[in-house]
């Protein structure tokens, strides 16, 4: 199972709007519904923001939303806080009980 | 609240095996399935497999058979996750991660660092 494929980085000033892609396969993202988002800073574990395409879990900022397009999942992030600047990672069932990782984005405050 | 403690880092040579154990409290342990997650250094996070409430169902990443093995024990709400044949680029940081109940992984233990080398 290859990773999904997201961008290497992606940068926006703060207040700014940024959308973050995650590409699979129709055997993954593009078949199901149930892609995660996760946010990372340095030496943290990662952070739930994101399941289901665009399903918020309690207490995630709504700054943060999701949404799916065949293929390719998306993570924007409104209004962008110096908070924000982390690594961001998608993840995909892949069916048979199986889930596969995105590449990961690093997202940078200016 | 729920909470996922791990055991500690380990220091391994090449061809030995390591258990990472991760006790759960805080909710219904029954109640929901156990990913296991591990990051090498400076590396995006690799998911491993996966344990049913259960415990009588796994399901792990293609190119880790027969190298995982992932078991829990109900009694003490403590999963655990066992990985042989150790190489060198097995050297990661090993998550346990609750399911969500909606395909993702909603609580993360703290990690712990397995460093294999000679």
């Known amino acids: 199972q290859s990773a999904l494929t997201q961008p290497a980085s992606v940068s926006g000033s703060p207040g700014q709007s940024i959308t973050i892609s995650c590409t699979g396969t129709r055997s993954d993202v593009g078949h199901y519904n149930y892609v995660s988002w996760y946010q990372q800073h340095p030496g943290k574990a990662p952070k739930l923001m994101i399941s289901e395409v665009s399903s918020r879990p309690s207490g995630v900022s709504n700054r943060f939303s999701g949404s799916k397009s065949g293929n390719t999942a998306s993570l924007t992030i409104s209004g962008l806080q110096t908070e924000d600047e982390a690594d961001y990672y998608c993840s995909s069932y892949t069916g048979n009980s199986l889930y596969v990782f995105g590449t990961g984005t690093k997202v940078t405050v200016l | 609240q729920v909470q996922l403690v791990q055991s500690g880092a380990e220091v391994k040579k090449p061809g030995a095996s390591v258990k990472v154990s991760c006790k759960s409290s805080g909710y219904t342990f029954t109640s929901y399935h156990m990913h296991w997650v591990r990051q090498a250094p400076g590396q995006g996070p690799e998911w491993m497999g996966i344990i049913n409430r259960s415990g009588s169902t796994t399901t792990y990443a293609q190119k880790l058979q027969g190298r995982v093995t992932m078991t829990r024990d109900t009694s003490t709400s403590t999963d655990h996750m066992e990985l042989s044949s150790l190489r060198s680029e097995d050297t990661a940081v090993y998550y346990c991660?609750?399911?969500?109940?909606?395909?993702?992984?909603?609580?993360w233990g703290q990690g712990t660092l397995v460093t294999v080398s000679s």
């Open positions: 991660v609750r399911d969500s109940g909606k395909y993702g992984g909603s609580h």
